[in-house]
């Protein structure tokens, strides 16, 4: 006599991380968002909406929702807005995956993710990973802007010599360039492992899995390059800034000697002159 193995039933949780700004500071969003229960009070940040619904935020501007619907989504964005820097009313980055508990399975796909069980730091590792990605792609769209805003500038230069910008045009790529190594400088942090890794092996064999899957080292490290070359053509073209001020500068001191050389010559400089000269002798 066989028996037929029964399919196993998961509990199902729909993770989907958006990107809403900058930086949230988590410590203001607890301190001013009260009605709901913070399941920790550390980076990522755990908030239980309702039952088997959480929101999952980060100190550099994502929020991950376990299950909650787009009304409920809606009205804790409101509510946590004022603590967010640099808001827009939206942005085009997001990532989600399929959360199944049960059955004694840990594994890890680019769509799902399978667990044994589910705690508040599987909530948090997992969210993270997402938080990451998303982050990255904000970082990568702003860097690639950036390269083909200066795309132009550099060709120029290259085959005419000339910028064929105006210099406040100019300057003004640059300020963006700055800007955008600056911010992502900043948060660099927040591709480092999440320190909850370090007292648990599972969660770190957890983060490796998900990490690889979104190849988040790759990206960064391919980030980091695109940082330095957007730095390289910064530098070189406020140098070539400064050498277009000297040249400019010099040549209205050779016009300045030129005119005053003439007016020496011409009347009625020279009798004024010649006046003088008598009267002092």
Known sequence: MTTKNKKVKYARYQAETIYIGESIDLKKVQEGVRQ???????????????KDQYAVLT?????TFWNVPVRLRQQF?????????????????DEDTKVLIGGGVEKVTFEKVYSAHLNVEKIKIISYVLSQSVALERYEDDIESSLSELEAVVDNLKTKGKALFSEKKLLKQIGRVFSVKQTTVVHLALFDKPESIWESPDLETLY?????EYDLKVRFDVLDKKIDYLSDISKMLMNFLAEKRNAFLEIIIIILIAIDIVLWFIPPFPVVAGYLMKLFD
């Not at 964005?77 to 980055?93: A, F, I, M, N």
């Not at 490796?208 to 690889?212: D, G, H, K, W």
């Open 208 to 212: 490796n899995r998900m990490s690889s």
């Open 36 to 50: 709901y229960s913070y399941l920790n009070r550390d980076d990522p940040l755990v908030t239980k909406l309702l």
């Open 77 to 93: 964005l409101g509510e946590v807005r004022p603590y967010v820097k640099s808001k827009r009313g939206h942005y085009p980055y």
């Open 59 to 63: 100190k550099f501007g994502t929020v």
